[in-house]
């Protein structure tokens, strides 16, 4: 089971942190959004094992994900945020990194304006 925390309202070029406990381990944990009238779409990964990240380019540079093993947390650091940043984020968790049967948490809503 995943739950996100801390999403909020915040004006651009501010900053907020996301975070996600986990309930177990897994190979891929993942941060994504869903604005309104779009698709989800993927924002950052990180794999576990050996720490490598992906980050869509809208947020490379500003974005940082992370994780806390001994927490089992993962985390988002967002920075400089624009208002085309507002959506709800998800975070997932995958065994095969694909996505396609991912656990996902209930959403956290992050608005820029």
């Known amino acids: 089971q995943l739950v996100e925390s801390g999403g909020g309202s915040v004006q651009a070029g501010g900053s907020l942190t996301l975070s996600c406990t986990t309930s177990?381990?897994?190979?891929?944990l993942g941060w994504f959004r869903q604005a309104p009238g779009k698709e989800r779409g993927g924002v950052a990964v990180?794999?576990?094992?050996?720490?490598?990240?992906y980050y869509a380019d809208s947020v490379k540079g500003r974005f940082t994900i992370s994780q806390d093993n001994a927490k089992n947390t993962l985390y988002l650091q967002m920075n400089s945020l624009k208002p085309e940043d507002t959506a709800m984020y998800y975070c997932?968790?995958?065994?095969?990194?694909?996505?396609?049967?991912?656990?996902w948490g209930q959403g956290t809503q992050v608005t820029v304006s």
């Open positions: 177990r381990n897994t190979w891929c």
């Open positions: 997932a968790a995958d065994q095969k990194c694909t996505w396609a049967s991912a656990d």
């Open positions: 990180i794999a576990t094992g050996d720490g490598s990240t």
